[in-house]
């Protein structure tokens, strides 16, 4: 018998960095909002394998002295809205550890970046590796002041946003945008980009021209994405939906509605039948970098296993 979500813990991964204690806060109220208790784990990377033989180095610290897990404690020290906690040291590769932790978690939420790396990246390899990897749902929390260009005036209040491909909807992202949505009490704005204009090769060097009106191709697409909310708007009557339907670049669009949004919700990539690893699809991975807001990437039904 499978472990009823509800009783699942949301995971706040922390390595003692600042961008992992605002992916603590963020963890925080996402368990307070599903009444799942919180764990919070550090991996911490133990450096016996890389020492040259005959050095004595110290061991793995000991559950009770994690000086990590101690910064959090007191981090949170009279906090009285706090779920129940749970605090977990661990040792190994974060980048390994932290997806496996997936498994039996309902949400795992880490900050976009780590105590270690470059300071130019804009997304720390641990982040990258539980999205791509992990069995569910990943959330990343960027460093404030990310810049967002192109943006339209938003209307006030609490908004999720969520990108839907029309050509390969992904029915659990979607339920897992219209769920969060309704537990924000938040309108859900769903971002359904088609190429435009399409090209077409004759030959090597020349492109026709779209023989297809672009209007015809914005109704079609407009008409998809209204027949795949449907029945999420059965499940979520209470949930105000805003699709919006553009031509050219998806990432771009989601960037750009990602500022002053509570959260923007995209799928991970189906797993192919040449190319059976995981993968985090062109999409997901620029919105990772370059949204402002955090972002969920969940993955397909299909890879659950």
């Given at each position: 018998m499978s472990t009823p979500k509800s009783t699942l813990p949301v995971i706040a991964a922390v390595d003692g960095?600042?961008?992992?204690?605002?992916?603590?806060?963020?963890?925080?109220?996402?368990?307070?909002?599903?009444?799942?208790?919180?764990?919070?784990?550090?991996?911490?990377?133990?450096?016996?394998?890389?020492?040259?033989?005959?050095?004595?180095?110290?061991?793995?610290?000991?559950?009770d002295e994690d000086e990590v897990l101690d910064q959090v404690r007191t981090y949170l020290d009279g906090r009285s809205d706090r779920p129940v906690m749970e605090y977990l040291g661990l040792q190994g590769a974060p980048g390994a550890v932290l997806p496996e932790l997936g498994a039996t978690a309902q949400l795992l939420v880490l900050g976009s970046r780590g105590r270690g790396g470059f300071a130019s990246?804009?997304?720390?390899?641990?982040?990258?590796?539980?999205?791509?990897?992990?069995?569910?749902?990943?959330?990343?929390?960027?460093?404030?002041?990310?810049?967002?260009?192109?943006?339209a005036p938003a209307e006030p209040g609490p908004r999720v946003v969520v990108g839907l491909h029309v050509d390969s909807p992904d029915d659990t992202t979607l339920a897992f945008a219209f769920a969060e949505a309704a537990l924000r009490e938040a309108r859900l704005q769903v971002v359904a980009a088609y190429p435009w204009p399409p090209q077409t090769w004759a030959s090597a060097g020349e492109?026709?021209?779209?023989?297809?009106?672009?209007?015809?191709?914005?109704?079609?697409?407009?008409?998809?994405?209204?027949?795949?909310?449907?029945?999420?708007?059965?499940?979520?009557?209470?949930?105000?939906?805003?699709?919006y339907v553009a031509?050219?670049?998806?990432?771009?669009?989601?960037?750009?509605?990602?500022?002053?949004?509570?959260?923007?919700?995209v799928g991970r990539h189906r797993r192919r039948l040449l190319s059976p690893a995981r993968l985090i699809g062109s999409v997901t991975q620029a919105v990772l970098l370059h949204a402002a807001s955090p972002v969920a990437v969940v993955p397909p039904q299909a890879l659950e296993e």
């Open positions: 960095s600042d961008d992992s204690l605002r992916a603590l806060d963020w963890a925080l109220g996402a368990a307070r909002g599903r009444g799942a208790p919180l764990r919070v784990v550090h991996v911490w990377q133990y450096a016996a394998a890389w020492t040259p033989p005959g050095v004595l180095v110290a061991g793995p610290p000991g559950p990246l804009l997304l720390g390899s641990n982040g990258m590796a539980a999205a791509r990897d992990a069995d569910c749902p990943v959330v990343v929390v960027p460093r404030p002041g990310r810049e967002v260009h192109d943006a492109l026709v021209p779209p023989v297809t009106d672009q209007d015809a191709i914005e109704n079609e697409t407009r008409i998809l994405t209204e027949s795949l909310l449907a029945p999420h708007r059965k499940d979520h009557p209470d949930v105000r939906v805003e699709p031509p050219g670049d998806a990432a771009g669009h989601l960037v750009a509605a990602s500022k002053d949004a509570e959260l923007v919700v």
